[in-house]
C-alpha cells in the first residue's frame, strides 16, 4: 500500500498591527486606489516590537497547530522552517521554533526558495513521510518581510506584509495529501529579484547600510511578467499529469502576490474565482507564508477528498505547482 503524506492540520498567526493603504499614503507618494487596482492589497499585518523575528509568528503558528492536531511536541519528527527572513543567518529558524515549542526529538533546518519556499519544503516533507521514515512533519512557512523592506521604494513597500503558518504531515493509506509536484529553479532570475547585501558576497558595512542594500530590490514589471507565464503553466502542466479537469479543482491555493497574477492563473486553469483562495486584500505578500496562511484562513470551507491545486512563483527565480487531495473535514 503506497504511503502518501497528508496534511492533517493547519496553524496560523499573524502580528496584530495592521499597516493600511492609508498609512501608505503618508509615507510614499501612492494612493490607495493605485494599491488596490494594481495588487488588489488594501491592508498588510506588521510585526513590531524590539528583538522580534520571524520565529516569534512561527513560534505561535506551530504551537496552535500542535494544539489543534492534539500532537505532543515530543512526537514531532522533523520540522522545516520555510524562510527569507531568518531571525539570524544562523543557527537556522526552524531551531530556534522548535525550541520554542518544546519540539526536542525533532530534527529541524531552514527552506529559502523565496517565496516557492513553502512548495519546497512542503515537497521534501512529503518525502520523509511517503519513506516511511517518519510519522510527523511540521512546515512550517514564516516571513518578517518588514524587516527587509524599504519604506521608501513605493513599488516595494506596498506590497509585503508579516505572518506565519504551519502544517502538519502525517502517513495516509488513503490516497490523501500531497500528489503531485512540479518544481522549478532559474537562476538567471536573480538579478530581477534580490537582496544585494548582508551574505557572504557582500557583508555589511556601513558603506551597504548607506546605499541601502539590505532591502529588497526587485524589477517589478520583469517579475510580474515572468510570475503570470510560470505559475499559469505549472498549475497547467500538474492538472494535465493528474488528469484533471477544472471541474475536478475544488481549490487554487495561489501564493498571494499580486492579484492579477492570481487571475491570470485561475483563468489559464479555467477555475472561477469562486475557487480561488484570496486573502491577500488583508495581508499582501507574506512570501512563505501566504499558501498556509490561506489553508488557515479557509479551512472550514474545505471538505475531505477536495483536489487543491498550490501554486508559486518568487525570486531566484524559483516557482512550482502541487496538487494536494484534502484529508480531512473541519
Ligand atoms: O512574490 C515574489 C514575486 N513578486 C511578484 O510577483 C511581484 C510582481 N510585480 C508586481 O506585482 C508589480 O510589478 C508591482 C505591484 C510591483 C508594480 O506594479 P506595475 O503595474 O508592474 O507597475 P510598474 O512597476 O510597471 O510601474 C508603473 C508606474 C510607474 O510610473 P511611470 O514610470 O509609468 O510614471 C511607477 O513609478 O506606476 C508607478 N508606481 C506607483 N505609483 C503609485 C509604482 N509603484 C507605485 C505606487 N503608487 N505604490
Redesign the pocket.
Known amino acids: 500500500m503506497k504511503i502518501t503524506a497528508a496534511i492533517t492540520g493547519v496553524g496560523g498567526y499573524v502580528p496584530d498591527y495592521v499597516l493600511t493603504n492609508q498609512e ?1 499614503e503618508q509615507l ?4 490607495d486606489e ?2 488596490t487596482t ?2 488588489g492589497i488594501k491592508e498588510r499585518r506588521i510585526l513590531k516590537g524590539k528583538d522580534q523575528g520571524s520565529s516569534v509568528m512561527g513560534i505561535k503558528a506551530v504551537q496552535q497547530l500542535l494544539e489543534k492536531t492534539n500532537t505532543r511536541p515530543e512526537e514531532v519528527d522533523l520540522l522545516i522552517c520555510a524562510t527569507v527572513t531568518p531571525d539570524v543567518l544562523f543557527p537556522a529558524t526552524a531551531n530556534i521554533i522548535s525550541n520554542g515549542c518544546g519540539i526536542t526529538k525533532a530534527f529541524s533546518y531552514d527552506m529559502n526558495a ?2 516557492s519556499s513553502f512548495l519546497f519544503a512542503l515537497t521534501t516533507g512529503a518525502q520523509f513521510i511517503q519513506s516511511g521514515l517518519y510519522k510527523k512533519v511540521v512546515i512550517v512557512g514564516a516571513d518578517k518581510m518588514s524587516a527587509i523592506v524599504d519604506y521608501t521604494d ?6 509585503f506584509g508579516d505572518g506565519a503558518a504551519a502544517v502538519l504531515l502525517e502517513p495516509n493509506l488513503e490516497g490523501y495529501g500531497v500528489l503531485d509536484q512540479v518544481l522549478c529553479t532559474d537562476g538567471s532570475g536573480e538579478q530581477f ?1 534580490h537582496q544585494k547585501a548582508g551574505g557572504s558576497r557582500r557583508p555589511p558595512t556601513a558603506e551597504t547600510i548607506a546605499n541601502r542594500e539590505h532591502f529588497i530590490y ?7 511578467k515572468f ?1 503570470v507565464k510560470n505559475m499559469a503553466d505549472v498549475a497547467a502542466q500538474v492538472m494535465a499529469r493528474q488528469h484533471l479537469s477544472h471541474d475536478d479543482i475544488a481549490w487554487l491555493v495561489p ?4 492579484k ?2 492570481i487571475d491570470a492563473t485561475a483563468n489559464r486553469m479555467g477555475v472561477g474565482p469562486e475557487k480561488v483562495m484570496l486573502n491577500i486584500q488583508r495581508y499582501g ?1 507574506t ?1 512563505s507564508a ?1 499558501i498556509p496562511l490561506c489553508l488557515w484562513d479557509f479551512e472550514k470551507q474545505l471538505h475531505k477528498g477536495d483536489n487543491l491545486i498550490l501554486a ?4 531566484g527565480f524559483t516557482w512550482g505547482a502541487m496538487h494536494v487531495k484534502w484529508a480531512y473535514n473541519s
Do not use: K, P, Y
Not at 28 to 31: L, R
Not at 218 to 224: K, L, M, R, W
Not at 255 to 258: S, V, Y
Open positions: 501608505l510614499v507618494d501612492t494612493t493605485w494599491i494594481r495588487t523565496a517565496c513605493r513599488s516595494n513597500c506596498i506590497i529579484l526587485q524589477e517589478g514589471a520583469t517579475v510580474f510570475a501564493h498571494q502576490a499580486n492579477r497574477i505578500n512570501t501566504t508559486a512563483f518568487g525570486g
